[in-house]
C-alpha cells in the first residue's frame, strides 16, 4: 500500500459545528503532516507530527486541533471555524531519517458557511 | 532563510511542444529537491526528486530536471507535452535536517492547447 487515504473528500460545516479530518497510511511513515491549500496558493504547512508526537505547529489557530493515536492516524479535529478556513486540507507522510519527499494523499475540500 | 522561487504564474503551450518550468532556490547548505504536479481539486503527486549524484533526474510521466549549482536552479523539462499534463506544477526544498517540512514555491500553472 503506497497511498495516503483522506476521508472525507468533500465537508461543509457552519460556523458552530465539530467536525474531523481523518488521514490514514500503511507504509510505515513515522512522521504525518497537514498542510491547509487555499486556491491558487502553495501548500501551507500546518502540523508536523514525528513518532506520534507534535513536533511543529506552525502557529495554527487553536480551533485547529490535530491528534495522532497511532503511527498510521492522523486526524484534524475543527471547531467553530471562519469562512476563511474554507481551504483543501492535505494529509501527507514521510520516511524519517529518509530524504524520500511526501507522499500526499488527495485532500478534504472544507467549506465552512 | 529557505526560499524557492518559481517565476512563471502561469505558462500556455501546444501539445506536442517542449517545455521547461522554471524554479530557483536559497539554501544555505546541499539542497533537496523537488518537482511535483498537482491536478485541480487533487493532492499532489511527486513526480522527481534530487539529493546528490547526477544532475540530470529522471520522473515519472517523461519529465526530466537538472540541478545546476551555479544557478541555484532546478527547472522541469518535457520534450513533448501532452494535454493531460495540463496541471499545476510546485517545485519544493527540503527536509533539511534541521526542519520536517517542505518549502514550496508559489507553483506554475500549465496550460496545454490543441
Known amino acids: 500500500d503506497t497511498e495516503v487515504t483522506q476521508t472525507p473528500k468533500h465537508l461543509v460545516m457552519g460556523m458552530t459545528n465539530k467536525k474531523s479530518l481523518k488521514c490514514e497510511q500503511h507504509?510505515?511513515?513515522?512522521?504525518m503532516y497537514w498542510y491547509k491549500q487555499k486556491a491558487k496558493k502553495p501548500p501551507e504547512l500546518m502540523f508536523v507530527?514525528?513518532?506520534?508526537?507534535?513536533?511543529i505547529n506552525e502557529s495554527v489557530p487553536s480551533r485547529f486541533s490535530p491528534e495522532c493515536p497511532n503511527s498510521s492516524l492522523l486526524n484534524l479535529h475543527l471547531h467553530a471555524l471562519q469562512p476563511e478556513d474554507s481551504a483543501l486540507y492535505l494529509c501527507?507522510?514521510?520516511?524519517?531519517?529518509?530524504?524520500?519527499?511526501?507522499?500526499f494523499g488527495s485532500g478534504t475540500r472544507l467549506t465552512v458557511v | 532563510a529557505q526560499s524557492v522561487t518559481q517565476p512563471d504564474i502561469h505558462i500556455t503551450v501546444s501539445e506536442g511542444a517542449s517545455l521547461e518550468l522554471r524554479c530557483n532556490y536559497s539554501y544555505g547548505a546541499t539542497p533537496y529537491l523537488f518537482w511535483y504536479v498537482q491536478s485541480p481539486g487533487q493532492g499532489l503527486q511527486l513526480l522527481l526528486k534530487y539529493f546528490s549524484g547526477d544532475t540530470l533526474v529522471q520522473g515519472i510521466k517523461g519529465f526530466e530536471a537538472e540541478f545546476k549549482r551555479s544557478q541555484s536552479s532546478f527547472n522541469l523539462r518535457k520534450p513533448s507535452v501532452h494535454w493531460s499534463d495540463a496541471a499545476e506544477y510546485f517545485c519544493?526544498?527540503?527536509?533539511?535536517?534541521?526542519?520536517?517540512?517542505?518549502?514550496f514555491g508559489t507553483g506554475t500553472r500549465l496550460q496545454v492547447f490543441p
Open positions: 501527507a507522510s514521510s520516511q524519517l531519517g529518509q530524504i524520500e519527499g511526501y507522499t
Open positions: 519544493a526544498v527540503g527536509p533539511s535536517y534541521n526542519t520536517d517540512k517542505l518549502i
Open positions: 507530527y514525528s513518532y506520534e508526537k507534535l513536533s
Open positions: 507504509m510505515g511513515h513515522r512522521a
